[in-house]
Every structure is written in C-alpha cells, then in structure tokens.
C-alpha cells in the first residue's frame, strides 16, 4: 500500500471519530440546555424517569392448539398485573400525584372488583410493606396478576391513585370445557416466569408450544414504563410452534353438551365419548366427565381421563373380541344351540378343560349368568351375541377356544399394551385370566382391565376389515411464524389380528343388535343402519374388597354405516341405573357424527336442522371479494350464511377455502365496515360462538350447554368490543 493511500485512510477514519465525537457533545449540549433527551424528547427533569439500565426477558408467545378447521382451542392472550406506585414523585400526564396515598381505601376498593380473588388485609400488608422498605411501586401478589381486561377496566374505573397496570400473558380457552383432561390447561408458573403446561396436551406438548425467551434492555421510568427510545434487544424471542389437533369443534360441542346432560340427568360419577375415523384412527371428539374449567382450573374433580387413563372392567363390549377368535381360528360353531341360562361349570386339571355340569352341582366355582338373570333358553351363538349372553361366552370359551389361543388374540387386539397415541398420557390395564372364573370372565368383560383407548384401537380390526389403526389426536405440528409444517401425523397400520372375512362376519353379528327384542334396540338411529355393541360392567370396589353393590359401567360402541364402516363412537357412564339411563345423548352424538363426516341418510323428525337433505361442499375463496360476489357463490348452498358488519367487501371468512362444509353448518364473512350488528344467534353452538368471537373481538358470556335459546342484545343493535353479551343455550 502508498504512503498516499495509507495517509488517505488515515483521514477518513479521523473524519469519522470527529463526527462521532460531534454527534456525542452535540447531544450532550442539547441535554443540557433543552433538559430534554435528545431521542425520547422526555424532560430528564422529570421525576418519572430513573438512570438505571433493566435487562428484561422477552416472553416467547406460546403456540396456539387449533382443532381441525383451524378453529382457536387455546392461545396466549394479554392479561394485567396490578401495580401499586408509592413513591410521592410519581405524578401522572398532567403533573399530578400519582401514588397510594391511603393504603386502606385502596385495599377496600381493589376488593370491591376483585372480591373472592384477594384477601384485603393481605394487600394492605404488602403495601405497608413496601412503604417502609422504601419500594418505589410494588406488585401486590394472589388475586392481582393476570387479570382479565374487563377486570383492569372495572378497577381503572375507580380512578384509584397509584394503582396502574403491568402487561401480561394468560393462557385462554375459548370453548372451556374443550376436552379439558386431554387437552388439559397451562398457566403462569411464578418460579418459571412464564407460561407452563400443566395437564393432558399443554404438558405433554409444553416442549414444542413454549418457545425460547429473549432478552432486552432499556432505560426505565419510576413508574416503570420503558423510556422511548432506549430499547435494545439483545436476545430475539423464538414463538412456540402451533399445534393442530384432529378434532371437530363442532362434534365436540355436541359431545360435551350431551355428556353433561348423562352426568345431570342419570347421576352419574363419571361419562365419556370417543369418536374416531375407522379407517384412520384419526379422532374427531373426545371427552372424559367429571370435566372442569379450563380458565379457572381451581377445582379439578379427577385427574383421570376415563378414555386413556382410566382402566376398567368394560363389560359385554368385550364379547365381539371372543367371537373373532373363534371365527378366525375356525372354531366356531355355526347354527349350533347352547342352552342360555346359568353356566355352571368345574375345571379338571389333569385336561386343563372347564366343563359345564347340571345346575346347582357343588363345585368350587360360583356359576356364571346373564345380566338381571335373564333365561333366552336354547339360541344359536348369533343370537347369543345379539342378545349379549355371558353363557354365550363361556360355552365358546369353554368347548371352542382354547386357553392359548384367547390369551393370544387378547394381545393382538393391543389390550393391556401401550397405545400409539402421540403425546397422550396411557395406563395398560391387568390381563387377569389365570384362574378358570377369570378366563371365562375376561370373554365378556370383567377380571380383566383395560382402558377405552385400547378397545376402541381394537375395535378398528372389526370395523376396517381386519386392519387395526392406531388412534391419534395431533394433525400437525406448524411452525407458528412461517406456517411451515414441521411433522404431520397420518394413519398408522398397527396390526392385522384377524382376516378380513373374520371382521365382514363379527359386522353382519353385531348389525343384529339393534334388531327387534336385542340388547341395542333402544340405540337405533332412525335412517342408518348401524354396527353396535352394548355393555354393561361391574366395578371392583377396592374399600370393600367385592363388587361395587349399585354402581354399574354402562357403553355403546357403534360404527355407521353398518355396511361399509366409516364413523365409531364410544360412549358410556358409570352410574345406578343400569337399563333405564336414556339412549338420547348416545343418539344425538351418532346422528351429528354422521352428519359431519356427510353419510347419507334419512332425516327424522328428531333433527332440528333447518335443511333436510344433506349435501357437502368445498368452501370457496371469497376474502378480498365483494359482499355480493361472495353471496352468489353461497346462495345456492343449504348452509347457514351469516355476514359480520356493513362493509362490502370481505376481509375474512370461516371456514378457509377449500375445506369442506356440510348442510347446516353455520358460515361466516366478515366485511370491512365499521358498524357490527347483533345478529340472531338462536340455535347457535359454542363453536359458532367461538367463530363470532374470533372475527370481531367480541366476547360472549354463556349459560349452560347446547344451542343458544336466548339473548340479552336484541337482533340489530350496534355492538363493539364493549358490549356485553350474555347469552342461555340449553
């Protein structure tokens, strides 16, 4: 390099520092002479502001859980902690004091909105405190942090000296109770600082939905507020990643409803749904009662979830497993008889064989009957299935299959195995058949304990054909800023344990069952023909050493159509009343099921849908479209079309483009007008209500369960985000 380049060099970096330096003094100068911060324009005489520099933590935002239309289970929301000012320097915009002068009318005013949630000494208390420490302000602890808005806007109201509000996160369930033990809840953890998956999903998922924190530092007022200007990020936050189950919002709504009818009107301890694709395992509904709030979480009433976690004796729904292992290992005995009434029986140990002997012989074995002490008389093995006798069960276990080949079966159909659900939490249950009455007991469910996760995996077999899929609630995983999918969950073959024209045979049995005088009359669904199952089991009551005296589990499981199995759906209860506890929930599940998965059928009376024929269409693109073009393309669909604001062009729609939509499902448009009025939203469902919540902001107060039957805001009145809707569904 020249001399003459070098020196070049050299004045360019000395210009530069000189201006540097100019820019510093210049900035100091205007400082001192404006007594103004030369980037922020703040007065730095102003007593708000304070010299020290704060590092703080940017809180990742934590995924959204989503069902399968994309429709909000549970996202992170603003929330406000309150804070109490106590230094005297702090005066608000207009030069006035802004701090708690008197510590008990503000502890008496804060308890007058927050109520229950404080203990009114207990803030006095720690005001008092941080008075005398010499605190500047102070968070004032339970029942103060990460309040809701209409709360913060309540206590602003009072126009209460020195208590402002700190910004917050809170995780918010839209449709609570949403499947709540399965997707369970997250909260705000103290220790952790942010907020933590607690239960079901939310925990098991917390990895992948938290995200990573970052970091900032800023120059910080008194009050506590960040002086423009100053701000700094020295760590980026990285957002959790979204996570979209397989669920339908829409059968969730219907499942909920109905089992928390089960649990009003049978008295019931406990209830619970499952409804799955038979071909893919992919899960539409699930629910396990007693359930909670999942925004409040106070109260839990059981931490087991009575589909996965849960074991049981399931009762008759076992029988069709016992009937494919004697199809399939070709014992079966075709258009023979068995005398159904009272199996007693002994068992000789030199054969390994149980034998069936003449009522009333004495031996060490407690005879085994069918339920109430029915007595059919002589049927054939069909009927025995139809008519769901346990003396059916123990003469094929008995005289037909053998001991090896039951245990055998038992572990194909994945009972007492872990079932690959991803992220779901399992028990596995107890195969209990090494005694003579618990071999035979296990043929129709009892002795053995399994959990309704595994007999619905199994009950695939049946129901597709021979081919078992594993059952699974997690559609995708989605990376929650690029929308990029990070891992998508398909179908999963887990096993063949019978044939095909094993399963074609258990399917034309259990199409019988619904058949005149059968155990599942009362379940038929008028216009579908239906595959079921009833069953009724006891429950071993562990205090007492026996069988509990009164409390029964009663289930259905069922498929639609019966020829060709698309749809299943579990349902059950524990309860007293054995035979009489209604069919309508069970009903009502099947026939919104079908409907939503499009099966043809024939409408009754009992559907209170506007539209009778059922049709299905994909939904089309209508965002940045005009209201009237996207009226011509719904006008001709037997669907429910409802338009948010008096603008005339769409800004956003539900559902999506392409995703199919069904007779009587409720659509919406949301337009670019600024007036938003109230429509009439009687018949309405918690999902629609969740819809409307999304597009507009506005939030809804609910009543009860079901459909709304009454509102507060008459039809036609303009609403805003302040409006306060309540609404009844029943």
């Not at 709360?151 to 910004?167: A, Q, W, Y």
């Not at 800023?481 to 999963?492: F, L, R």
């Not at 009226?631 to 999506?656: A, C, F, L, R, W």
């Not at 506005?698 to 459909?707: L, R, V």
Request: overall charge neutral; aromatic content about 10%; glycine content about 8%.
């Amino acid at each position: 390099m020249s001399v003459r380049k070098s020196n070049k060099e050299l004045l360019k970096m000395i210009l530069r520092m000189t201006l540097i330096g100019t820019l510093v003094i210049a900035s100091v100068l205007f400082t001192m002479f404006s007594h103004k911060h030369i980037w922020s324009q703040k007065n730095v005489l102003d007593p708000r502001i304070a010299s020290s520099i704060v590092t703080k933590k940017i809180t990742a935002k934590r995924g959204t859980i989503y069902d399968r239309n994309n429709t909000v289970i549970a996202q992170q929301t603003t929330a406000y902690t309150i804070v109490a000012y106590l230094d005297k320097g702090v005066v608000d915009i207009n030069g006035n004091p802004n701090y708690v002068k008197n510590v008990k009318a503000t502890a008496k005013k804060l308890k007058s909105v927050l109520g229950d949630e404080v203990n009114e000494k207990a803030l006095i208390k720690i005001m008092k405190a941080a008075k005398k420490s010499g605190k500047s302000q102070t968070e004032l602890g339970a029942g103060t942090k990460r309040i809701k808005k209409s709360t913060m806007k309540k206590i602003k109201k009072l126009n209460i000296p020195g208590i402002g509000f700190i910004d917050a996160v809170s995780r918010y369930y839209p449709a609570t109770p949403y499947s709540s033990n399965l997707i369970g809840f997250a909260a705000y953890d103290e220790d952790k600082q942010s907020i933590i998956g607690k239960l079901g999903l939310e925990l098991s998922l917390n990895e992948l939905l938290k995200g990573k924190d970052g970091k900032e530092q800023y120059q910080q007022t008194v009050d506590g507020s960040k002086l423009p200007g100053t701000t700094k990020v020295i760590e980026q936050a990285e957002n959790g990643n979204d996570v979209v189950l397989t669920l339908d919002s829409s059968l969730q709504s219907t499942v909920e409803t109905q089992l928390q009818k089960t649990m009003d009107n049978e008295k019931a301890k406990s209830a619970w749904c499952l409804v799955m694709e038979v071909e893919t395992g992919k899960v539409l509904a699930w629910a396990s009662y007693p359930t909670f709030d999942q925004n409040e979480h106070k109260e839990i009433p059981s931490y087991q979830d009575a589909i996965s976690t849960s074991t049981y004796e399931c009762g008759s729904v076992m029988k069709p497993f016992t009937y494919a292992t004697a199809i399939d290992t070709n014992v079966y005995p075709y258009n023979k008889t068995f005398t159904a009434y009272q199996f007693w029986y002994d068992y000789d140990a030199n054969t390994g064989k149980i034998v069936r002997v003449p009522n009333g012989t004495k031996t060490p074995y407690p005879y085994i009957g069918d339920a109430l002490g029915a007595n059919f008389g002589d049927i054939t093995f069909d009927k025995g299935l139809a008519f769901s006798s346990n003396v059916g069960i123990c003469e094929l276990l008995a005289n037909y299959i053998n001991y090896n080949q039951f245990s055998d079966y038992l572990d194909k159909f994945g009972f007492f195995q872990h079932v690959d659900t991803p992220y779901v939490d399992q028990s596995l249950g107890v195969k209990n058949i090494g005694l003579p009455t618990d071999y035979l007991s296990t043929g129709f469910g009892q002795a053995s304990s399994i959990t309704a996760l595994q007999l619905c995996q199994g009950y695939t077999a049946i129901f597709n054909d021979g081919t078992m899929v594993r059952p699974y609630v997690i559609d995708s995983i989605v990376d929650s800023d690029t929308g990029n999918v990070i891992k998508k969950y398909k179908k999963k073959a887990v096993g063949t344990p019978i044939s095909a024209q094993t399963a074609k045979e258990v399917q034309e049995l259990m199409s019988h069952v619904t058949d005149d005088g059968a155990s599942g009359e009362r379940f038929k669904v008028d216009g579908i023909d239906l595959l079921m199952k009833t069953g009724t089991g006891q429950i071993y009551n562990q205090d007492q050493g026996q069988y509990d005296e009164y409390y029964h589990t009663s289930s259905i499981m069922a498929a639609a159509p019966a020829d060709d199995p698309k749809v299943m759906v579990y349902y059950g209860l524990v309860s007293t009343n054995i035979t009489g506890y209604s069919a309508e929930p069970f009903k009502k599940i099947m026939r919104d099921t079908i409907q939503t998965y499009g099966i043809s059928t024939n409408p009754t009376n009992e559907t209170q849908d506007a539209y009778e024929s059922w049709e299905t269409y994909k939904m089309p693109s209508l965002v940045n479209h005009t209201v009237d073009y996207a009226y011509e393309k719904m006008k001709d669909k037997k669907v429910h079309y409802e338009v948010i604001g008096d603008g005339n062009s769409v800004t956003s729609q539900y559902p999506n483009a392409n995703v199919t939509i069904n007779s009587n499902d409720r659509v919406f448009v949301l337009t670019n007008g600024s007036k938003i009025s109230m429509p009439n939203m009687t018949g309405w469902t918690r999902k629609d209500l969740t819809v409307y919540w999304q597009l507009t902001g506005i939030s809804i107060k609910t009543n009860g369960y079901g459909k709304v039957t009454s509102q507060n805001v008459e039809e036609g009145t303009t609403i805003s985000t302040d409006t306060k809707i309540e609404l009844t569904l029943e």
